[in-house]
């Protein structure tokens, strides 16, 4: 169950309306690595999770990444102040009133129109939120290592948001945001690696045979490192087909009365290569035109024969 504070998780302050600023925070609004779609990602984890520390975690996690959204649409409200009363109350002349909502040069007069420079759950191009963003597998080890990319990706969305703006009170906000994706991540990989038996994801082990070899699939020189070493892997500098020892064609087991379908098919549908059949574009082709120099060094062009 959850209550509503009417208070903010962190105080923000907003010197003056921008537009164009509140159109771009929507990227953490509804777009693929925003607030919204992180708590709907960890709600779902842990509500399906049996492990009662990490479900906790995913939990409370999932409750702050709401109220982060809270902080998130707060601002894009309170940039588009301005914007909304003008637009409302139609007080300022049409050109005026149409600067204002495009200066920036990109999609904010939308945001202004569309939805009453309210926050909408689109990213900052518009796309409508989709469930999609979710990328929840249902096996801890492997969630929780999306968990930690999905941070560091909305991490960098806020730095990139950070270098967009001079206004100390949404830079401040930003920096807030940001770090707290830091502290999450650091949770994630302490509830990754207090799982014993962590990788690779799932119960099967991997293949013995394949499982430490690396396949060179580059042409020309190429750069050695630990991701391909002679200490970590098997390195196989020309590998050809097929690695596994057999002929590397596909083949497949048919009943005998499948397989005379699908002969009689064969040979019904088979191309002759002996022929050379005259068709549409053969009809309806128009001969090349050659280009022949004349004095003056003016190509004359005249068809082909």
């Known amino acids: 169950m959850f209550r509503h504070v009417k208070k903010l998780q962190y105080t923000v302050r907003v010197s003056e309306p921008n537009p164009g600023l509140a159109n771009l925070l929507l990227e953490q609004f509804g777009g693929p690595q925003g607030e919204l779609a992180a708590a709907c990602r960890y709600f779902t984890q842990g509500l399906g999770d049996d492990d009662p520390g990490r479900k906790d975690m995913l939990m409370d996690i999932a409750t702050e990444e709401l109220s982060h959204l809270e902080i998130i649409g707060s601002l894009v409200g309170m940039l588009n102040k301005g914007a909304k009363g003008d637009l409302a109350e139609g007080t300022e002349k049409e050109g005026e009133l149409y600067r204002t909502i495009t200066g920036n040069g990109n999609d904010s007069h939308l945001t202004s129109l569309l939805y009453g420079g309210g926050p909408a759950l689109v990213n900052s191009a518009g796309v409508p939120w989709t469930a999609a963003y979710i990328d929840t597998i249902g096996e801890v080890t492997a969630d929780l290592r999306s968990n930690i990319a999905a941070e560091a990706r909305a991490k960098i969305i806020y730095e990139r948001l950070i270098n967009l703006t001079d206004d100390v009170g949404v ?18 990989e302490k509830a990754l690696y207090s799982i014993r038996n962590n990788f690779p994801a799932g119960k099967l082990p991997p293949i013995e045979q394949y499982s430490t070899v690396y396949f060179n699939m580059s042409e020309g020189d190429d750069m050695r490192g630990s991701w391909n070493s002679d200490e970590n892997f098997t390195y196989v500098a020309d590998p050809q087909p097929a690695v596994d020892g057999g002929d590397g064609l596909a083949s497949v087991q048919l009943p005998s009365s499948q397989k005379a379908n699908l002969d009689s098919m064969i040979a019904r549908t088979a191309s002759d290569p002996s022929v050379n059949p005259v068709t549409g574009t053969d009809l309806g082709s128009v001969p090349p035109i050659e280009n022949e120099t004349v004095s003056g060094n003016t190509p004359n062009q005249k068809p082909i024969k």
């Open 171 to 188: 830079k401040d906000a930003l920096g807030f945001l940001m770090t707290r994706e830091v502290a999450h991540q650091i949770s994630f």
